[in-house]
Structure formats: C-alpha cells, structure tokens
Nanobody
Framework: QVQLVESGGGLVQAGGSLRLSCAASGRTFSTFSRYTMGWFRQAPGKEREFVASIGWSTGDTIYADSVKGRFTISRDKAKNTVYLQMFSLKPEDTAVYYC????????????WGQGTQVTVSS
C-alpha cells in the first residue's frame, strides 16, 4: 500500500505561483523506485485530467500540453515527496489537484491522495 498526502494549495491571483507537495509513505516503501508519480486535477463540472508525471527512479517527466512551460514536476527521494511547481497560473487552472502513484508497467494509478484545492482569481 502507498499513502499520499497533498499540501500547498490555496488562493492565488492570475499570474502568480504555487508549489504543491505530495508526501508518500507505506509498507511498499522499499520498492518505491518502481513507481511513477502523477498529478491530476479536476475542475467543477469537468472530468479529472492528467497534469504531469515523473518516474521515481528515472526522473523522466511528462506534461499535459495545457501546462507545458508553466508547471514543473520534481521529486525529492530523501523526503519521499513529489512537487508540482506552478507558475503563470491562470483562472482555468482552478481545480482540486490530486497526487497519484502507479506501479511501473501498470497503466492505472492505483493510489490517490485526498486532493488539495487551487483557486486562481482573475
């Protein structure tokens, strides 16, 4: 099992920045290098969408087109924490942001955090 706890959400004006954190733990901790970590978001009335992902061991990253050049995903292995640094925020970035984890070779994200609200005012 993997437990994920997000933090860092809040209210920010358009053009501002925020950094989200996702602390990971669990009894599969010793095999954490086999996971891919992702950030997703869900705006009111919309489906949840992929934002970014990072391979825990490789550091390889993937971004949604809508956030490329504005968001950066990273991880701190010593702290078992994944970050999502968000710059140049837009009102359309307003959503609940979720951290998720999936085992390598498995297409679905099996583990999810509780989510953190990000609100961008115009």
């Amino acid at each position: 099992q993997v437990q994920l706890v997000e933090s860092g959400g809040g209210l920010v004006q358009a053009g501002g920045s925020l950094r989200l954190s996702c602390a990971a733990s669990g009894r599969t901790f010793s095999t954490f290098s086999r996971y891919t970590m992702g950030w997703f978001r869900q705006a009111p009335g919309k489906e949840r969408e992929f934002v970014a992902s990072i391979g825990w061991s490789t550091g390889d990253t993937i971004y949604a087109d809508s956030v490329k050049g504005r968001f950066t995903i990273s991880r701190d292995k010593a702290k078992n924490t994944v970050y999502l640094q968000m710059f140049s925020l837009k009102p359309e970035d307003t959503a609940v942001y979720y951290c998720a984890a999936r085992a390598s070779g498995v297409p679905l994200y099996a583990y999810w955090g509780q989510g953190t609200q990000v609100t961008v005012s115009s």
